[in-house]
């Protein structure tokens, strides 16, 4: 066999080889891609995504779009070559594994945290809006979740409304825990409590819940590294009572980021005219119950995904600004935001014409 031959064959076969190698060999990553864009104004898989009954409602015809992001599944194992294609696509992002999924957190787990923060992302932009607008909410902390094996189970239950902790008022979730951990580990706390039954009953009739009973928990010590601290084993939430009727229809979403271009779309849909003025908006952010605007995770595949969707404009966290700006799309400007009042005011300025004066982000935030 000439000496040619023999070379080429040889280097054929290395990287078929070397192919096979990278098809076979997984490696700790995972990709993140842009996902789609909803307008939050519109319809989506057949009716309309933002749906308000009993309040006037005023047409909007405009776009606020929120924006997801696509990632590989807990259970999904990236090979080398996969990595290695990622990598060199401008459209996609290869991160650590760990990053998505962390404490090996599985498919299962992570779906249901997603559900949980989308629904929380919800009712934080039902009640942002409607405080905006001056609609009174009325508001109280509850319990969330109770840890299995953990002192308070059979205790306290998911929806029992947390009114006091040993005897001291209860006005934000926060504070449950600052009561708790006034306590030494093994001493028992009080919870004064609107049982969940009674507080639904009280709803129903439209009425405040008196029904209060105190429940007496033995703490534990927390397992994690540094100082322990007295912990009973719930977490603690918000729940909101709302004048009318304000459902968000979107399933196989996921996550807390949608919740500003929720409140913006709930906001428009409620007063007259189009906040946008015509033009394609997108967005993204968590909201909290005050209006204020937080960080998401994926933003350089938000921008993407919303400007392939044809938005000229981006309402940005604030602290994303620096990561997006450095990767801008062509012919997105993108607008920071700290809070409802902002994204307002940015509006403004977008239907007015007045785009000078937008806060615009850029590589130093």
């Not at 995504?49 to 006037?56: A, D, E, F, P």
């Not at 009114?163 to 934000?172: H, I, L, R, S």
């Amino acid at each position: 066999m000439p000496r040619r031959t023999a070379t080429m064959l040889a280097s054929t076969l290395m990287l078929i080889a070397l192919l096979c190698a990278g098809v076979l060999i997984p490696v700790p990553y995972s990709e993140m891609s842009p996902g789609p864009t909803v307008n939050t104004l519109a319809e989506h898989d057949g009716e309309p995504v933002l749906q308000i009954s009993g309040h006037k409602t005023y047409p909007a015809d405009g776009h606020l779009n929120m924006t997801t992001v696509r990632v590989t599944s807990a259970d999904f194992r990236m090979n080398l070559v996969e990595a290695v294609y990622g990598w060199l696509a401008h459209d996609s992002k290869i991160v650590p594994h760990d990053t998505l999924y962390p404490d090996g957190k599985t498919e299962q787990q992570s779906t249901q945290e997603n559900a949980e923060e989308f629904s929380q992302s919800q009712e934080s932009a039902k009640v942002s809006a409607l405080r905006e607008l001056g609609v009174p909410v009325k508001s109280w902390v509850i319990v969330s979740t109770v840890v299995k094996n953990s002192p308070a189970e059979g205790r306290l239950h998911a929806g029992d409304v947390i009114k006091a902790v040993d005897g001291t008022a209860v006005k934000q979730p926060t504070d449950v825990a600052k009561l708790v951990t006034r306590r030494k580990p093994g001493q028992d706390v009080v919870f004064t409590v609107v049982p969940a039954k009674e507080q639904a009953a009280a709803e129903k009739a439209n009425k405040a819940a008196t029904k209060t009973r105190d429940v007496r928990i033995r703490t534990a010590t927390s397992d994690d590294s540094g100082a322990k601290r007295a912990i009973v084993g719930i977490s603690a939430g918000t729940d909101h009572t709302f004048p009318f009727t304000i459902d968000i229809k979107l399933a196989d979403v996921g996550g807390p980021s949608a919740g500003l271009m929720f409140a913006l779309g709930i906001y428009d849909k409620l007063t007259p005219g189009d906040l946008t003025g015509g033009k394609f908006v997108a967005g993204t952010g968590t909201i909290d119950d005050n209006g204020t605007v937080g960080p998401i995770g994926g933003i350089e595949m938000k921008t993407v995904g919303a400007r392939d969707k044809g938005a000229q404009y981006f309402l940005t966290p604030a602290e994303n600004c620096a990561a997006a700006a450095k990767d801008t799309p062509s012919g997105l400007t993108l607008v920071k935001v700290k809070t409802i009042k902002d994204a307002l005011g940015a509006l403004k300025d977008i239907r007015g014409g007045n785009t000078a004066a937008l806060p615009k982000c850029t590589t130093k935030g």
